[in-house]
């Protein structure tokens, strides 16, 4: 009898057990998923956990990160002996071969430019070419196996991404300075449309200009540029870089060229007309490429040589990327009127 009382105690555990491991599968999805995060309920708390650092990120980009001195010699009568001014800035290492990417206005009329890495080593450099309308210029040095900057041509940036800063700021030294993407395709600062800015919150300061700014994960974002300034208020928080995209871009037209060679139409417009089925020509440039096509103020501009248009900046980039001599075919609306208009693209000059 007792043998046989044990083992209904067993049986009836036993069901009750199975009961229990059902009711708990139906109510705790996790468990039938096999993830065993639930786990944590019942792991002991951390106490020492570690603090959210952006060490790793600086650790990949800031070995190729530069400081850039720029030498003009200014003649004197004192004895003939010229007069010495040093600017200062910074650079990106982009190749192992010793190809650099800094800002034109650190380096522009520089008679002598050198180059500190990270680690002292110092060298000449040289001026490959430069790029006035996106503010770019190419330095080479006499090195090899030099560390590069993380790059990915696939990279997209969006607002709210965080990213970090990295130049030599009043010569101090290499400096870190944390923000996010405030804004995208910032156009409108500088004289002409080529030159679209990425805006951040990360400090820019004088020293900074040519420095790198990477993501999270060190990778190249954009190359330091400058900030907002307005001399009737005090403004905080509104810097701007040169998109990575565009100045890889630049860079390798630089040295393939000395120069970059961009197409020109010769138009302005007035952004309030602009729309995503087009934009309106404002002004035409005398004796451009535009005037001589019979393109025409008010003209509204939907279609390049079979591209639909849907802003100003698309089309100059169009243009810009067109072989000098090249005709493209304008699709434009006259009033009600559609055209066809053939433009022979020239280059800028």
Excluded: C
Excluded at 72 to 99: A, D
Excluded at 104 to 112: P, T
Excluded at 113 to 131: F, H, K, M, T
Excluded at 188 to 209: H, K, R, V
């Amino acid at each position: 009898m007792k043998l046989l009382n044990l083992l209904k105690y067993i049986i009836n555990s036993a069901s009750y057990g199975v009961i229990l491991a059902v009711v708990l599968l139906l109510l705790i999805p996790e468990l039938r998923e096999g993830n065993r995060s639930w786990w944590n309920i019942f792991a002991p708390s951390k106490q020492n956990e570690q603090p959210l650092s952006y060490a790793r990120a600086v650790q990949q980009a800031s070995s190729a990160v530069v400081n850039i001195y720029s030498e003009k010699i200014q003649s004197t009568f004192n004895y003939n002996k010229g007069q010495r001014t040093t600017e200062l800035g910074s650079g990106v290492i982009m190749s192992t071969n010793g190809y650099l990417l800094t800002n034109y206005h650190v380096v522009q009329d520089a008679d002598l430019i050198g180059v500190v890495l990270q680690n002292g080593d110092r060298y000449p450099a040289e001026l490959i070419g430069y790029d006035v309308y996106t503010d770019l210029a190419v330095l080479k040095v006499a090195a090899t196996n030099l560390p590069t900057i993380p790059q990915d041509e696939n990279l997209t940036t969006y607002v709210g991404d965080v990213v970090l800063a990295i130049g030599n700021p009043f010569n101090l030294g290499q400096t870190v300075t944390q923000g996010i993407i405030s804004g995208t395709g910032r156009s409108g600062l500088s004289s002409t449309s080529y030159q679209e800015f990425i805006q951040m919150d990360a400090a820019i300061n004088e020293g900074n200009s040519g420095g790198a700014l990477v993501n999270s994960n060190g990778v190249l974002v954009g190359i330091n540029s400058r900030k907002y300034i307005n001399p009737q208020i005090s403004i905080q928080g509104i810097f701007f870089a040169v998109p990575y995209k565009l100045a890889h871009k630049v860079m390798h037209k630089i040295i393939e060229n000395g120069r970059v060679i961009r197409g020109w139409l010769g138009v302005s417009t007035n952004s309030r007309f602009s729309s995503d089925k087009g934009f309106l020509i404002g002004g035409i440039e005398p004796n451009s490429p535009a005037q001589k096509a019979g393109l025409q103020a008010n003209d509204l501009i939907y279609q390049i040589d079979g591209i639909e248009i849907h802003s100003i900046s698309q089309a100059l980039d169009i243009v810009a990327e067109t072989k000098p001599n090249t005709t493209l075919i304008f699709k434009v609306y006259r009033g009600k009127l559609p055209l066809e208009i053939p433009v022979v693209i020239e280059e800028k000059r």
